[in-house]
T-cell receptor, first 111, second 113 residues
């Protein structure tokens, strides 16, 4: 089983729609979680950290479900500029400690 | 991009040639990383450094060497380039601890023919 798994998509949604992604992780001891976005031919950029109680940043909401070992990202009122690949990132705390990046979910917002 | 630069931005090599990629940061962050990103493979860790003068292997270190002689610079070397090393290479920095967020440089696109 992969350490971090994401649905690769692509997700094609109309502008203004709400879209949600899930990401599952295998290490129950993982402690920190992030969402990054990556535009085509650009570097990954931190979108938001994911806190245990869930957190919101404008139109973006991140949630953590430790019992089921997944994190989610909800984008409300989607904009054309939200088109990107979204990477789920989990800190692997056992063995070689490091951040583990998911392969990403590709999102296209259509006008 | 948190003050991370990468040199060069693009490069085409012939099989067997060598080159060095430079990552430089002005954030005084302790940890530095080299990743490669290939279609369908996601980001894979090549080597990393937890401080000046220290380096460690990641998950795909073969064919690469690194050095961190100065805290602000992390060099990635390809001794004898192979077509399988055609990829986009990203450098990342990290400050507080291994579990904190990383900030990436703009990447180097390398093609080996």
């Amino acid at each position: 089983r992969k350490e971090v798994e994401q649905d690769p998509g692509p997700f094609n949604v109309p502008e203004g729609a709400t879209v949600a992604f899930n990401c599952t992780y295998s290490n129950s001891a993982s402690q920190s979680f992030f969402w990054y976005r990556q535009d085509c031919r650009k570097e990954p950029k931190l979108l938001m950290s994911v806190y245990s109680s869930g957190n919101e940043d404008g139109r973006f909401t991140a949630q953590l479900n430790r019992a089921s070992q997944y994190i989610s990202l909800l984008i409300r009122d989607s904009k054309l500029s939200d088109s990107a690949t979204y990477l789920c990132v989990v800190f692997k705390s056992q063995g070689a400690q490091k951040l583990v990046f998911g392969q990403g979910t590709r999102l296209t917002i259509n006008p | 991009n948190a003050g991370v630069t990468q040199t060069p931005k693009f490069r085409v090599l012939k099989t067997g040639q060598s080159m060095t990629l430079l990552c430089a940061q002005d954030m005084n962050h302790e940890y530095m990383y080299w990743y490669r990103q290939d279609p369908g493979m996601g980001l894979r860790l090549i080597h990393y450094s937890v401080g000046e003068g220290t380096t460690a292997k990641g998950e795909v270190p073969d064919g690469y060497n690194v050095s961190r002689l100065k805290k602000q610079n992390f060099l990635l070397g390809l001794e004898s380039a192979a077509p399988s090393q055609t990829s986009v290479y990203f450098c990342a920095i990290q400050n507080r601890d291994l579990a904190s967020e990383q900030y990436f440089g703009p990447g180097t696109r390398l093609t080996v023919t």
